[in-house]
């Protein structure tokens, strides 16, 4: 067996703490080996001296061939950004466009130290194709929306996210994993999601969807169904500990207490909520009940990045001010978010440091202006570490990113494409 050693660092740990120690993996099995001082006849070596070597970030949410749309339209509110500029331009993306998005977003993930991530979108089995080359570890799902279709279109656009459940789950030597992904509990019909929610349960997956983003999304279902979102979710099935529900900005009490209950993740993507002027989550009251909180940065036009280290500090920062409480969502618990948390949320193995556990790590250069002092390296990766630290990015044993050289995608290629691609999408939604 071949092994690879990741050598002097300090190395941030599942109990959060900090040590110097190396990191033996064996590339082959795609596992950690060992967390130590005294590794010695690794057959090849990563340095990481004045670095920290952290699990690989973990990315529970996302759409990530928007990456062509970054930067189209921004300053609007979710409703009109949607109807006037998103969806006509997402009306004309092909199944080339989507390939070519997510390759601009794999690029961008892995040197921002992302390993692993969750996509709804469409033309999906061009996801996965960029996932297996590009080497990362995912959850994948076709985006459903019925309340635009009649009911054939309905039903072919579900049947094409359950048959891509089904036949991609395990796919890329394990690396991806699966999900039914109706869009939103308000975009899809409840005839619909009663008859198909069950019939993701028996293909093994687990479902994924928009819930309580806006207050606008709450009001119709309290008004149609008599009870606040994540109690017609439950009553359809949808709360599930496999289950996990994108954004939760305004849930109640009762709907805290229904979610820490069933075990349902919750992924927190503060910076589109931000931006989309969405709300603030209520994520300390959600820490404190016991919800699993994952972070994502959702789509890259609503961003407008993949990073996941500004994520974690727009989470820390927009959670204190939630609570009015400086104490609330500290760095440590962060950091936690922004690893083993999100991994967990999303049911994928990953995010932990320590013997027997997948390779993913990220590795990031302490020795920057902005990273000195360091008296805290937790408080450096939730509040003052960026993407562009990262030195080299490990996924499933396979080294994707060597000293900032992004080994499994061709750099120049993946973004002149995307600009070509970009640029032709845009010149189409005009004509
Ligand atoms: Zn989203």
């Known amino acids: 067996m071949a092994t690879l050693s990741i050598t002097g660092g300090q190395v941030l740990l599942p109990d959060g703490t900090v040590t110097r120690a190396d990191v033996l993996i064996d590339p082959d099995g795609g596992e950690i080996l060992e967390v130590g001082t005294d590794i010695a006849g690794a057959d090849e070596t990563l340095d990481a001296s004045d670095s920290l070597v952290t699990p690989g970030f973990v990315n529970g949410h996302s759409h990530v061939a928007m990456t062509l749309l970054r930067g189209y339209a921004d300053d609007k509110p979710l409703d009109a950004w949607l109807q006037e500029d998103i969806w006509p331009a997402e009306g004309e993306l092909t199944g080339e466009d989507v390939r070519i ?83 939103s509990l308000t975009t899809v019909g409840r005839e619909y999601l009663e008859e198909f929610v069950p019939k993701a349960r028996d293909a093994g997956v687990p479902v994924h969807y928009h819930a309580n983003e806006t207050a606008d999304e709450v009001t119709p279902i309290v008004e149609s169904e008599g009870v606040r979102p994540l109690a017609y979710a439950a009553e359809l099935g949808m709360l599930e500990p496999e289950d996990f529900v994108a954004h939760g900005v305004h849930v109640d009490e009762s709907e805290i207490g229904l979610l820490a209950e069933a075990g349902t993740g919750v992924i927190h993507c503060p910076a589109s909520n931000m931006k989309l002027a969405s709300g603030m989550a209520p994520v300390q009251r959600m820490l404190e009940e016991g919800v699993t909180v994952g972070l994502g940065t959702d789509g890259a036009a609503s961003n407008n990045d993949l990073s996941m280290l500004d994520e974690a500090r727009d989470a820390a920062m927009i959670g204190k001010l939630a609570a009015e409480d400086a104490s609330a969502v500290p760095a440590e618990r962060v950091v936690e978010l922004l690893t083993h948390d999100t991994a967990d949320a999303i049911g994928l193995e990953s995010g932990r440091l320590e013997e027997g556990a997948p390779a993913d790590l990220a590795v990031i250069d302490l020795e920057e202006p902005h990273l000195t002092p360091a008296h805290d390296l937790a408080s450096h990766l939730a509040y003052a570490a960026a993407a562009s630290d990262v030195r080299h990015t490990i996924c499933d044993g396979q080294v994707l990113m060597r000293d900032r050289e992004v080994l499994t995608l061709d750099e120049d290629a993946v973004l002149e494409r995307a600009g070509e691609a970009a640029d032709a999408l845009a010149a189409r939604v005009e004509e």
């Open 101 to 183: 998005g997510a390759e601009l977003g794999l690029l961008e993930m892995i040197k921002g130290g992302t390993t692993a991530f969750t996509d709804m979108y469409f033309e999906m089995p061009e996801v996965v194709d960029a996932v297996d080359r590009a080497g990362l570890r995912a959850r994948l799902g076709h985006g459903v929306v019925t309340v635009v279709k009649d009911d054939a279109g309905a039903r072919e656009d579900l049947e094409t996210s359950l048959a891509f459940a089904r036949e991609y789950d395990g796919a890329a030597d394990g690396r991806i994993s699966t999900a039914f992904m109706p869009h």
